[in-house]
């Protein structure tokens, strides 16, 4: 049988409250009856203090114990007149017609009495149930000895009908417990589930592609913190939704326009409207590259999304790539009217664990993108240096910045700052993002603030072996 976790979690709270109860009833009911006969032991040794007084007083006018040798008559009474001094629990009155009928039995003769050599005159002898023998004195000497046999069960009528009346006092304060426990572990069984229920329900609104689901946190205990992580995670799925169709929408804008270019010209070449010739072939070839390095760089971008990839980590001097890197640009820069300076340290030199091929791509988007968006007449200033056991590489070019709303997100992909999302420039928006995983594939953070020179300050930083 399958049972439910609100029947499982119910039933645990009622077995442990009834096992408790019933744990409870028994305790007290031992604990009660052991008192009890130890309380009616302690009164009747205590009345044994008025037998000695009447023992001593005849062994004085004798001399000795035959006086009550050779009379058990008096020893009976002696007997009888001290369990007058007993203080017996009145049973109350809507219970005294319970007792039985005529006179209550007695406890009987349970009183021993021995000699000064502890020879039994009456009861058991002396070393029988390790009794406490009560000295009895005369003169300053010991003339013999009481004792009391304890008593190991209770026999008299309101003595047990007392034990009764507590035992059903104790069963029924166990019951009331008990119905108390069932009264309360259901509706304390229905409001521990609650969260559980919720997150059971926002769950399957999140398998079913609902991710704008989110439950409401009731508690402050774990179960409250799971709800918590529960709608952060329901906010990083919406997010993540919204990123990928984001990233759709984008990649078939970005695909549709170098398509749209090669297809118009292709059909104009087909109905004769334009003519071949080596001015239309380069504008075809000049889309075909265009579209081959937007796929080439979604295909690297995606690479390095899933970890998947190739770094070929070798000890590499960092300021050599870079050097070499800005030599390629000087003349590019130039041609745009663009200068292009650099401070890199020429004292000492730098190794560094990492992919040469890939610091390489990184420079060289890098300046791609300060070549591409920089207005002319304009510069870039490139420094490297070495401080706090780290590599920074700082790229600051001149107008037009962007607004701090912006730069949060150039390293997003497929983000350009013209609205327009023309291509006079070219790009697609993937290079500073293809930048941001190269750096942070080799456990360094790269980000972007205003320049100085009124344009984008770019730091890279690079963990140093120390």
């Known amino acids: 049988m399958n049972l439910k976790i609100k029947h499982k979690l119910f039933f645990t709270l009622l077995l442990t409250s009834v096992v408790v109860s ?6 007290m009911q031992w604990s009660f009856d052991r008192g009890f006969l130890n309380y009616v032991n302690s009164q009747e040794m205590r009345a044994l203090d008025q037998l000695s007084e009447r023992l001593v007083a005849g062994y004085a006018r004798q ?3 035959g006086f009550i040798e050779r009379n058990p008559f008096l020893w009976e009474q002696l007997l009888r007149a ?11 009155a809507e219970q005294r017609g319970k007792q039985p009928a005529g006179p209550p039995p007695k406890r009987g003769p349970r009183a021993a009495l021995y000699d000064a050599d502890k020879q039994s005159i009456f009861g058991p002898p002396a070393d029988e149930h390790h009794l406490q023998l009560q000295p009895l004195r005369y003169q300053e000497s010991i003339i013999g000895y009481l004792a009391l046999v304890p008593l190991r069960e209770l026999a008299d009528a309101g003595d047990l009908l007392f034990v009764e009346q507590q035992t059903e006092s104790f069963a029924l304060v166990a019951l009331g417990m008990a119905g108390l426990s069932l009264l309360l572990s259901f509706p304390l069984t229905i409001h521990l589930l609650r969260p559980i229920k919720e997150l059971a329900s ?3 609104k999140l398998i079913a592609g609902h991710f704008n689901a989110r439950i409401p946190i009731t508690t402050k205990d774990e179960l409250g913190q799971l709800s918590g992580d529960f709608n952060m995670l329901a906010m990083t799925l919406e997010k993540n939704e919204q990123a990928r169709r984001q990233w759709v929408a984008d990649i078939s804008h970005e695909l549709r326009t170098p398509l749209a270019v090669l297809r118009g010209d292709i059909e104009a070449l087909q109905d004769g409207i334009r003519q071949p010739g080596s001015q239309t072939f380069e504008a075809l070839h000049s889309e075909v590259m265009h579209l081959g390095r937007l796929v080439n760089d979604l295909y690297e971008l995606s690479m390095s999304d899933i970890g998947a990839l190739n770094y070929k980590k070798v000890t590499v001097d960092p300021i050599g790539i870079l050097r ?3 030599e390629a640009f000087e003349n590019r820069f130039a041609e745009k009217n663009l200068r292009l300076g650099s401070k890199l340290p020429i004292d000492f030199t730098v190794s560094m664990l990492a992919d040469p091929d890939r610091l390489q791509q990184l420079f060289t988007n890098l300046l791609e993108n300060s070549l591409r968006y920089t207005d002319a007449p304009g510069q870039l200033k490139v420094r490297m240096v070495t401080e706090k056991g780290g590599l920074f590489v700082f790229f600051e070019d001149s107008p037009p910045g962007v607004s701090a709303e912006q730069r949060a997100m150039l390293f997003d992909r497929l983000y350009r700052v013209e609205t327009s999302r023309n291509r006079t420039n070219g790009g697609a928006g993937l290079g500073l993002a293809i930048c941001r995983n190269i750096v942070e594939a080799h456990q360094g953070d790269i980000n972007v603030d205003e320049s100085e020179l009124g344009g984008l300050k770019i730091t890279i930083r690079f963990p140093l072996p120390a």
Request: net charge negative.
């Open 22 to 27: 019933a744990g409870m009833f028994l305790f």
């Open 63 to 65: 001399g000795n114990w």
């Open 82 to 92: 001290a369990e007058k001094e007993i203080e017996q629990p009145e049973p109350r």
């Open 202 to 204: 926002g769950t399957r």
């Open 324 to 326: 070499g890197t800005l």
